[in-house]
């Protein structure tokens, strides 16, 4: 896809939001269940079934998948499609590239062992790797647009309201 493909896919789309704003929020959902054998929570992704379990740094197996290396994963799939769709848009012919990101956690927060250790990541990085012959002014810009679009990204640097309920059913 060019450029021009990109902006003709998409123009329809952004006319409708300037028409309509309220047609562009939209609520996406996910859904987990919990119980059966283990400290497991089953995922619908809506392409299989994925298992979450405990991390091996907190007594998991390592068979499940961790909530944790999900967020990451989220997160380099969510910068590696905005930094092609950037590409694209800006112009950028991208040989091949790759999209890093790591975090740094304290298991002594999440496990109760240290009331001061924080739960969560303290840091998490994010690096892309790019084969391109754009100048640098280019790749600067891909960078800066990459990091403003990207969903995931921005969610986890600016940080959402976000509420918390349960109720008995």
Known sequence: ???AELRAMQAPIKERYKADPSAAVITLKAKGEVGGDGLTCKLETGRALAVAGLHPATGGSGLELCSGDMLLEAL???AGVTLKSVATAVEVPLKSGHVYAEGDLDFRGTLGVDKEASV???EIRLRFEVDTDAPQDKLDLL?????RYCVVYQ???NGPKTAVSMKRV
Do not use: S, W
């Open 76 to 78: 380099v799939a969510c």
């Open 1 to 3: 896809m060019d450029a």
């Open 143 to 147: 960078l800066k647009l990459t990091e």
């Open 155 to 157: 969610t986890i640097k």
């Open 120 to 122: 969560g990541f303290e």
